[in-house]
C-alpha cells in the first residue's frame, strides 16, 4: 500500500494544531488502531472518512484524552492528552450524542446552562450568538424533544462550542440525517470554521468528505492509507475514468486486469465478476479492450458506464476493495452508549 503525501499548502494555514505519530490501540486481542500517524492544520475542516469498525471513534478519543493509547504519541496545541487532559480539554470541544440532551428544556436553556457549567459567557447575547451559529434562532425557544434529528445535532454542536474551543470534534454528525438535514449540518461546519475553529469530524459517507472537508484521511482496519485534499486524493490515482458495467457471464478475470490502461479491477467480491468495476488511465483503449473480449466470450455487457474517478476509486485503489459501509445499527448503538457514558 501506498500513502499519498499531503499537500499542506492547499490549507489556510500550514501551522500543525495536532500532531499523532505511531498510535494503536487494542481491545484484547483486536487491533483497533494500528500504527496510525496523522497531521490536522490550523483551520482546516479535516475529515477522517472510513467504513465503520474502521477505527474512527477510537482514534478521535484517543486525541480527545478520553481513551489512552498503548503506544504512540499525540500533540494538540502541543499539549499531550494522556497527560495534560484538562488543559487539553479547554481548548478543544466535543460533540456529545443528541439523545442524552435535557428534553425538556428550550434550546436557549440548555445553552446557556452548559454555558454555565463550563464558566464561559452565559450572557443572553452570547446564548443568542451560539444558537445563531447553529442556524437555531428560530427554534430557540422549543424544547428538544419537539426537535428533529438534525436539529438536536445541531444543538449538539452548539453544546461543544460553548467554551469557545480552538478545536471540535465531532464523530459522525451527519449519520442517520436525511439529505437536507446533512447539507444544513455542513453549514453549520462551515461557519464554525470561518469563526476560526479548527474542525475534526469523522465520517462513512464518501460524498460527505468530498464535499465537506479541506483534506480526508481514508482510514480502514486501523490505518491512514492516504491522506490529501479530495481532489488531490482523486488525481493521486493517475484514473482518468472508472468503467462499470453488469456482466451476463463470466469473462477471465486475468484478461480483464490486463486490459489495456486498466488499473485496477473490483468484481464485487463474486467470482464470474458480474458487477465489473475498471479504473483506467484512458478510458478508450480500455473500452475497446473490454468490448473485443466480452463480444470474443459472448457476454453481453449491461448498464455500461465511464464516470469521472471519486474518492470510491480511491479506495478500493489503496485498499484493494469496493468501499461498503457495513454494520449492524445495534452495535453502533451499543457503542454509542458507551462512549456516551465515557463523556458524561
Ligand atoms: N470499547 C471497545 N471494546 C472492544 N472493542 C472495541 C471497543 N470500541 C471499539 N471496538 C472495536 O474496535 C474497532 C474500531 O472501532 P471504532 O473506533 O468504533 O471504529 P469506527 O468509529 O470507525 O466505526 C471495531 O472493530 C470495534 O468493534
Ligand atoms: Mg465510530
Same mark, same amino acid.
Given at each position: 500500500m501506498t500513502t499519498t503525501a499531503s499537500d499542506p499548502s492547499t490549507v489556510p494555514t500550514a501551522e500543525p494544531i495536532i500532531e499523532a505519530q505511531g498510535l494503536?490501540?487494542?481491545?484484547?486481542?483486536?487491533?483497533?488502531?494500528?500504527?496510525?500517524d496523522l497531521t490536522v492544520y490550523t483551520g482546516e475542516i479535516f475529515g477522517i472518512l472510513g467504513p465503520n469498525g474502521a477505527g474512527k471513534t477510537t482514534t478521535l478519543e484517543m486525541i480527545e484524552g478520553l481513551r489512552a493509547p498503548d503506544a504512540g504519541t499525540i500533540r494538540v496545541a502541543g499539549l499531550d492528552p494522556a497527560t495534560q487532559g484538562d488543559a487539553v480539554r479547554r481548548?478543544?470541544?466535543?460533540?456529545?450524542?443528541?439523545?442524552?440532551?435535557?428534553?425538556?428544556?428550550?434550546?436557549?436553556e440548555l445553552v446557556e446552562l452548559f454555558a454555565g457549567l463550563y464558566?464561559?459567557?452565559d450572557s443572553p447575547e452570547r446564548v443568542a450568538a451560539l444558537?445563531?451559529?447553529?442556524?437555531l434562532t428560530e427554534k430557540r425557544r422549543a424544547r428538544v424533544d419537539q426537535l428533529s434529528g438534525g436539529q438536536r445535532q445541531r444543538v449538539a454542536i452548539a453544546l461543544a462550542l460553548v467554551n469557545q474551543p480552538r478545536i471540535v470534534f465531532l464523530d459522525e454528525p451527519t449519520t442517520g440525517l436525511d439529505p437536507v438535514a446533512r447539507r444544513a449540518l455542513w =453549514? #453549520? +461546519?462551515?461557519?464554525?470554521?470561518?469563526?476560526? =475553529? #479548527? +474542525?475534526?469530524?469523522?465520517?462513512h459517507y464518501m460524498e460527505e468528505a468530498d464535499v465537506l472537508c479541506d483534506r480526508v484521511a481514508v482510514m480502514d482496519h486501523g490505518q491512514i492509507v492516504a491522506c490529501d485534499t479530495p481532489a488531490a486524493l482523486v488525481r493521486s490515482l493517475r484514473a482518468d475514468a472508472t468503467i462499470r458495467a453488469r456482466l451476463s457471464g463470466p469473462?477471465?478475470?486475468a484478461e480483464l486486469a490486463a486490459l489495456p490502461s486498466a488499473i485496477a479491477l473490483d468484481c464485487g467480491g463474486d467470482e464470474r465478476c458480474a458487477d465489473l468495476?475498471?479504473?483506467t488511465t484512458d478510458a478508450q483503449t480500455t473500452l475497446i479492450g473490454l468490448l473485443a473480449l466480452a463480444t470474443r466470450e459472448s457476454v453481453a455487457l449491461a448498464g455500461l458506464t465511464t464516470a469521472q474517478a471519486t474518492l470510491?476509486?480511491?479506495?478500493?485503489?489503496?485498499?484493494?476493495?469496493?468501499y461498503e459501509v457495513g454494520e449492524p445499527a445495534a452495535e453502533r448503538n451499543e457503542r454509542r452508549g458507551r462512549r456516551r457514558r465515557g463523556i458524561n
Open positions: 494503536v490501540k487494542r481491545y484484547g486481542g483486536h487491533v483497533a488502531v494500528n500504527g496510525l481548548l478543544i470541544g466535543v460533540q456529545l450524542q443528541s439523545t442524552s440532551l435535557f428534553d425538556l428544556l428550550t434550546i436557549a464558566g464561559a459567557d444558537i445563531a451559529m447553529v442556524g =453549514a #453549520t +461546519v462551515h461557519s464554525i470554521r470561518d469563526e476560526g =475553529a #479548527t +474542525v475534526v469530524l469523522t465520517t469473462l477471465p478475470m468495476r475498471l479504473q470510491e476509486d480511491v479506495f478500493l485503489h489503496y485498499t484493494g476493495r469496493a
